[in-house]
């Protein structure tokens, strides 16, 4: 017999086979609340009245922490306060201690200060000139900027179609213009509006201090409920893990810290009764506990692989151009100008600073990967000069890249530390 009397005829079916059998043997994959919740025999309603609480404890939390945050947004915050409305009300069903917070919530009038602190912070943002929320004048922006740029391009495109050729030269800063406008723009606003909202914070508390304080003895009282149920529900409090803008709350453990546009994040679990043993965590869930951790302040330490954006083009800490210089030899002495340095985060993200970050306008590492950039560091060497500090993640090849520039171009360097930032 031949090979080709062996040959099998082709089968659709027997080739859609192996494709059928593993969509079918394909897991489903399951929350991390459904995973709790069959390890520790729970209803899934008990998991749904915490994740409910802690909703209302997020959303209140945040909204005393930055009310800026939530200004001209009436619709949002009407949506919210309805939901923690609805939630609130659920609490008639549950035991004593609920029925009390109902009250509490109730006469404390927790949904009319909420309303009162935006209308506050509203008025107190009108007078400095603010009259619409950051999202809607970037949104704008973005139109008004958009409109134009496409009437150019039309007209790019009909000139030649007319027989009227374009000169390249000509066409090569206009396209320049289209990429980096937005994002200039975009960068000034954000900026501006983190600035503000640093110099109002102080102003809004001391304006809305009693009203706020009611509203975090809600919080606070709302969480050794929580904290209670779960004791009663035999759940590891380890396992529970949340974030809240404010750390003064009772009964809570800090494992980690962002910043976060000017705030700090706080990723907390809650603490035992003093005297009480931890309640026992399945095995499947000892992976994820961690003992508590939290990190102050940054210490600079001794690392070797600096890099310096040198001829770096940009302004009001947007950097649109550089060169990236490999600065391993002075190490000691920038290990040095870090250690005799403040440090603070950055009110902007990463990619605001540098929009255009790319493989052709990056950062690397000394394998040659790109860097990703995880933290921004405003440094302020002796009170005398500013610079940026960029700390990128750990690299597949296990080194980090650190990455100094100028905030501005036109910035003045000391003549002490020319030697690092020139080319």
Known sequence: MNEVEKEKPYNPESAE???????????????????????LGLNPEDIKTVEDKLSVVKFLDYLSEEP??????????????????????????????????????EDSKILEIIKGIKSKTEDMALKKGIKTSVDKRLRRLSL????????????????????????????????????????????????????????????????????????????????????SGLIELKVPLELIKFSLFNRDYEYLNIINQRPLRGLVEYYVTFKYPEGMEPIPIPDQFRQQVAPPEIVEKKEAKPEQNFI????????????????????????????????DSEFSESTMSFEEIIPNYSESL??????????????????????????????????KCGEKVYALSVLDEN?????ELKEIFSS
Not at 22 to 31: E, F, M, N, S, Y
């Open 17 to 39: 086979e192996p494709e059928r059998r593993r969509k079918r043997t394909r897991p489903v994959r399951k929350t991390q609340s459904q995973v709790l919740q069959e390890a």
């Open 68 to 105: 800026l945050d939530f200004i001209f947004k009436d619709r949002t915050v009407d949506q919210y306060l309805k939901k923690i409305e609805d939630k609130i009300e659920l609490f008639d069903k549950g035991g004593e201690e609920e029925r009390f917070l109902k009250r509490k919530f």
């Open 144 to 227: 008004l900027i958009t409109l134009p740029m496409l009437a150019i391009a039309v007209i790019f495109l009909v000139l030649p179609a007319i027989g009227l050729p374009i000169d390249p030269l000509f066409m090569l800063p206009v396209l320049c213009v289209f990429c980096m406008l937005p994002q200039l723009v975009r960068g000034s606003v954000v900026k501006k509006w983190f600035r503000f909202k640093e110099e109002a914070r102080n102003e809004i508390y001391a304006e809305n201090r009693e009203d706020i304080l009611i509203v975090k003895s809600f919080i606070g009282d709302l969480l050794s409920d929580i904290r």
């Open 308 to 339: 310096v954006l040198t001829e770096m083009k940009g302004n009001d800490g947007i950097i649109t151009d550089f060169i990236p210089s490999l600065k391993d030899k002075y190490a000691d002495k920038i290990n040095q100008m870090l250690s």
């Open 362 to 395: 990056g950062i690397y590492c000394v394998c040659g990967d790109l860097a990703k950039i995880e933290i921004v560091n405003i440094c302020n060497w002796k009170n005398q000069f500013k610079f940026y500090l960029f700390e990128g993640e750990s690299c």
């Open 411 to 415: 910035t003045k360097v000391p003549s």
